[in-house]
Nanobody, 120 residues
């Protein structure tokens, strides 16, 4: 069992930046960030393989967000630049998919979430 703990959320003005971190209690492989806004379904944001060489992004965040990690035991980061009010959501870290990397149901481990609020 791997425990994930997110940090780094907060309140920021539109156009600002935040960096989220996800620390794992053990070794992880593919890791991802998802987000869920009030009244909406959880959606994929970004994913990174265990090597850190392959990344995948939702179209809505491409060019603004960057996911990174150093190795299978290091934290995973989500650098968010050019934030927009529509980025407001609870952001969740997920680890070790058993299927598609963009499908939330495929991930084995989840963090508790961190709130990101972007004001206009």
């Amino acid at each position: 069992q791997v425990k994930l703990v997110e940090s780094g959320g907060g309140l920021v003005q539109a156009g600002g930046s935040l960096r989220l971190s996800c620390a794992a209690s053990g070794r992880t492989y593919t890791m991802a960030w998802f987000r869920q806004a009030p009244g909406k379904e959880r959606e994929f944001v970004a994913a990174i393989t265990w090597t850190g060489y392959t990344t995948n992004y939702a179209d809505s965040v491409k060019g603004r967000f960057t996911i990174s990690r150093d190795n299978t035991i290091s934290p995973v980061y989500l650098q968010m630049n050019g934030l927009k009010p529509e980025d407001t959501a609870v952001y969740y870290c997920a680890a070790d998919t058993t299927g598609g990397i963009t499908t939330s149901a495929s991930y084995k481990y989840w963090g508790q979430g961190t709130q990101v609020t972007v004001s206009s």
